[in-house]
């Protein structure tokens, strides 16, 4: 730089390098991102975790499992790229299923809060879409079991048809159905409601329209107790 440029002079330079090197760092690690998710989209797809599909000792009705004259009905809103949603599913959903779902104290049901992003979106129509083949629980499993990062391409349409062919679905129905988008609607309505009833995040729990405050198993137990009286 030369020394008979002005402080000024020299600040303005100062300013510009440092703005160049910002973009740059920006614009990299925006490329590294954007590599990463279609690195993910098109990875191959023979590494995908496959599940067996459950069997319920209680009635299922799409979205729903347990006697639909339970007493009590728990709702749990969702998102498919969710964490939390993933480890709620995997030890606390089972523990509610066997403690009051089967003996037919509750029902319990899935609602959609797909408020993470594009994949959110996509994997909660593909699961509607799988629910038409009364699959919806099994879409559910295979999900949540090959969940990875938020938005970097987990559930893009071309790894969940292979989860879909995983499960043995008529794929050119269920295909279909997710390009149409043929569960916007629905999705939409389930997102809004649950926005409408205070859920800022995942999962998040009703019990017959009361939401628990916490999302352990003992906190949802004390709260289907009492809903369902002495």
Known sequence: MSSNLTQAERRRLERKRRRTLNLIIVAGVSLIAAGFV?????????????????????????????????????EVFEDFQCPSCKQFSDAIKPQVLQSFVY?????????????LGGDSFRAANAAMCADEQGRFW???????????????????????????????????????????????????????????????????????????AQNDFPSIATAINAAAGP
């Open 38 to 74: 279609l690195y993910v989209a098109l990875r191959p797809i023979d590494d995908l975790i496959e599940i067996t599909p459950q069997t319920y000792p209680v009635p299922v009705d799409g979205l729903t499992i347990g006697d639909p004259e339970a007493p009590v009905l728990v």
């Open 103 to 115: 003996t037919g104290v509750a029902r319990f049901q899935f609602r959609q809060y797909p408020f």
């Open 138 to 212: 099994d879409f559910h499993d295979i999900l949540f079991a090959n969940q990875l990062a938020e938005n970097v391409g987990a559930f893009s349409d071309r790894r969940m048809e292979a989860m879909a062919d995983l499960l043995g679905l008529d794929i050119e129905t269920w295909s279909a159905c997710v390009n149409a988008n043929e569960f916007e609607a629905a999705v939409q309505a389930d997102l809004a409601e649950g926005r409408d009833r205070g859920v800022t995040g995942t999962p998040t729990i009703f019990v017959n329209g009361t939401r628990v």
